[in-house]
């Protein structure tokens, strides 16, 4: 469903009307000056997967599509003992 804008001045005249419309599962985008600056959505009864929230994001134009040709990150470089907290320290008494 397409989600519809509304003036700030008409969300808050009319928010009852609103709040019945995102129940019904419309999406509405409040505006001020013409500048997108809220959403008004429902609340998700259910509990979905990151996958899905993740998939939401996506279709709400949020999050860009997963692109597949990317190459993996190299795992960690291992440190061993507490270098890196000394590392971090050192740091800090530099400033």
């Known amino acids: 469903m397409k989600a519809s804008k509304v003036g700030i001045r008409e969300a808050k005249a009319n928010l009852s009307r609103l709040v019945k419309e995102v129940q019904k599962g419309k999406e509405i985008i409040i505006t001020d000056r013409g500048q997108e600056v809220a ?17 939401q994001l996506v279709t709400n134009g949020w999050l860009d599509p ?24 050192e740091g800090r008494s530099d400033g």
């Open 39 to 55: 959403i008004l959505t429902g609340i998700s009864r259910e509990r979905l997967s990151l996958e899905a929230r993740i998939g």
């Open 66 to 89: 997963e692109n597949r040709n990317m190459r993996p990150l190299p795992p960690p470089l291992p440190v061993e003992g507490d270098v890196a907290q000394r590392f971090l320290e």
